[in-house]
Every structure is written in C-alpha cells, then in structure tokens.
DNA sequence: GCAAAAGTGTTTGAGGTACACCCATGC
DNA sequence: GCATGGGTGTACCTCAAACACTTTTGC
C-alpha cells in the first residue's frame, strides 16, 4: 500500500464514446464487464488515467487498446463525478468521443472484458453506472457539431458517395434530409473532391466517388 | 497518513472562470496566490473537490467561497489535466465558467489568497501554471454560446437597457454591433420586455428600461 | 421493361447586413 | 444651442427549405 495522502483523493478515469456507421446505421462501441463491479454489465471502454500521462494520451491509449487505432477524431466533452457513480471508490470520469469508420476498427475485449462490440443507438443494452448520461451527453455533442461538414467526413471511407456522406448527417441527426439539398451545399463547401472512379453495387445507376479534398480534414486516415 | 491506494491517485480540483461586465469591459476574477507554488502569481479562484462531493457541487462551494454568489449561471465547460500542471503532485481540474452581474459580486479574498480583484480581459497580469489556456477556452466557450440571447441577460442587471446589451455581446464577441439591426432582432426573439421606466444618466435623451420576459431564463437572480 | 438508386435546378421565404437621420435631455 | 447617446425603417443579399423528373444500371 505505498501510495499515501494527506486528504482522500479521487480516482480518475477516461471513458471514450466511440461512434461509427455500420450497415447504414450509427453504432457505438461497449464492452461487457468481466469483474465487479457491474460485472455483466455493458459499459463504455475506458480505464485509469496514469499518473504521468496526460488525460488526452490516456484517451488514446484506451482508444488504440479497445480498437487497434492510434489516430482518430477524438475530443474531449465532459467530467462526470458523482460522488456514488462506483461503489468501489471516487472514481472521476473525463469522457471523450471518437468518430472512427466502421472498416478501421479492430475490436479486442480487453483485459477485463468478456466482450466487446457495436450496438446499434437504437438497440441499447442496459448500461453500467451513468454510463447512459453520458452517451447522452456524446450524442448531443456530435449532433451539436455536425454542421461542421469534417465531422461527417471521420466517418466514411476514404472514397464515399456523396448518398453514405448524407446517410452519416441522418443518422446523427435523426432526421431525412432533402438530396438536392444536401448535395448543393456539400459541392458548395468545397471540400470534397470527384476521385473520377465510381462505384456498381446493385441493379442501378453507378454512384460518382469522392474524397476529401484537403488531407488535413481527414487527418487521421 | 491516513488515505492509501494501491496506485497512485491524482488530486481534483475544480478552477472557475467567473466573467462579468464592469465599467462597460469583460472582466474576469482573479485571486493572487498566497501559498506555494505560485505564490504572488494571479490565479483563477477554485479548489480541491470533497471526496463525497460532485463536481458541480464543489464548483457551487467555491463560487460561493469567493464571491458570496450562491446562485448564477455557471457551466461546465473542460477538464484540464497535464502532468506537470502543478509541481505539488499531479492535479486535474475540472473547469468551469459563470456569469454574474458585476453588483452582484461580493468579492472575498479566500484562505489561501492574498488578494482578489476583477481583471479587464484586456490588461491580465501573468497568471499560474496552465490558467491562461483555461481562460482562452472559457471565452471561446462563451463566445460561441452568445448566440443564445439568454447568455447575455445574465450579465446584466434585473433591469437594464437595450444598448447596455448589446455593450455585453460587443464585449464578448470584441466587435461592436449595429444598434438597429441589435434592437430589431432582441424585441423579435420576445424574450425581453419593457418595464415602462425610464434611467436618465447624463445629458441626452433618457433610456427605457428592459427586463427579462421569463424569468426561467435568468433562474439565478 | 422495370425496379432501384443516382443525379440534377428553380422558386420562395426568412433572416442577416448595410445604412442615416431625428429625438430628448443636461449643460 | 449644442453635444450626447436614444431611438427608428428600408433595401438588398444570402442561405435554407420545398419540390419532381430523368438517367443508368442489373436482372
């Protein structure tokens, strides 16, 4: 027991909310706990900031431990800190999302996983703690953020149609969108490019690929 | 040496940002510190978080400590938590920002404080460890709520003027606004009323006098 | 030929921006 | 009477929203 204070001190963990878009539909990553507590339970991947590491560097380290990778859209949304969140102790939580195409990840249980997949948003299983509040919390913030156009460009592909980018706006937001619409003000922004090549899948017309026009939009692909 | 811990834990503080509006400029408080490490250096007020207390609670505690506010507008808005942030041992902070009318402010130097005063966003002294990063932040935060028409209210009076509001989005934004175009919008978004008065303050023609319509939106006053 | 998704323009309304002069008061 | 901030309206432009038909392919 060598780690001794003057006053009680709080655990502090990160959590990361990791959305993608997987057969047309936004999906988050959970993992099933394997040990108490809320053993069973499905809950966001995360775990213990170190003590010499920046809150942003355990972020990713959770990131690339739970998915294999080590570059992504990730940002920092909250602090949640209910004094009784986990029986164990104080544990402090600081919460990020990730947007990450569904390809990219290599999903691993981790060490004190039984399991660890995507769920549908609309197919929840019962979470641990608070866990609820803050995929709430996520959610609210990608829809807050989704009129900046890069957002919806973390979760395709590098070469997308333009029809998968605006499927990725409705299934953040909830809503349809009007095709015309949408394009107009996409091709507008000037951000993405015609790669030239098109894609066949099915008994219609070819779809024009694109990509983003800027590198840095995308910067982690 | 009573607390002990299988690992090491960090300490968690919260820091809050309280902006107000006196003599027509964004000013912040600032406390100057009158312990190690620091010590002498300006600083945002804030403190260490109970072990049984939230986050938000801890945040209301220390607003109240320095100020004597114990009801404004205050929100979360980062946790900020490099390593060597602090030369004591690792510190995380949860960051908040409030908003108080300057008349409401009782402004008490607390325990560990030599001194305490508003500082003009314009003339800050040299502050402690990474706080300049955490005020950029806050008033990025407030700079891209202030389309929201209630987060000016809260700096203003119980009755105030419509040019003193648009002095508080011009403050906030740093750009001065169109007093027509100001007006115009304010009356259409209906959510402030006239109370009939009238302040007369130098010699020109005397204001009329606006309050809030729902006081819902401005809960803390 | 027919089902299925791709692709394409115009009109309308709302809201934001630009802009200049008279009014009520104190001195 | 003059300096000072209070108070008012119109024209234009931009952008979001509504809306329907033709094209290309696979079967």
Do not use: C
């Not at 039984?114 to 703690?129: C, K």
């Not at 015309?180 to 779809?207: I, Q, Y």
């Amino acid at each position: 027991m060598p780690y001794t204070y003057d006053y009680p001190h709080p655990a502090v963990t990160v959590d990361i909310v990791i959305f993608t878009i997987e057969d047309d539909d936004l999906k988050i990553l959970l993992i099933q706990r394997g040990n108490e507590p809320f053993k069973g339970k499905w809950a966001l991947p995360g775990g213990f900031v170190e003590i010499d590491e920046s809150l942003r560097r355990a972020a990713w380290r959770e990131l690339k431990e739970e998915t294999g990778v080590n570059a992504a859209f990730l940002e920092q949304f909250g602090a949640f800190g209910h004094p009784d969140r986990d029986p164990r102790e104080r544990i402090i939580t600081i919460a990020y999302y990730a947007l990450i195409p569904a390809e990219r990840l290599e999903i691993k249980a981790d060490s004190d996983a039984q399991d660890a997949r995507l769920f549908s948003m609309n197919d929840l299983p019962e979470l641990a703690t608070d866990h609820p509040k803050i995929l709430r919390r996520a959610l609210e913030r990608v829809q807050e953020k989704i009129d900046d156009p890069v957002i919806a460009l973390q979760l395709v592909p590098a070469e997308f149609t333009l029809t998968e980018l605006q499927r990725v706006h409705e299934r953040i937001l909830g809503i349809s969108l009007d095709k015309r619409n949408f394009r107009k003000k996409m091709l507008a922004l000037d951000l993405v490019e015609s790669t030239g090549g098109k894609r066949r899948d099915g008994r219609h017309r070819p779809a024009s690929l694109y990509r983003a026009k800027d590198p840095a939009d995308v910067p982690y692909r």
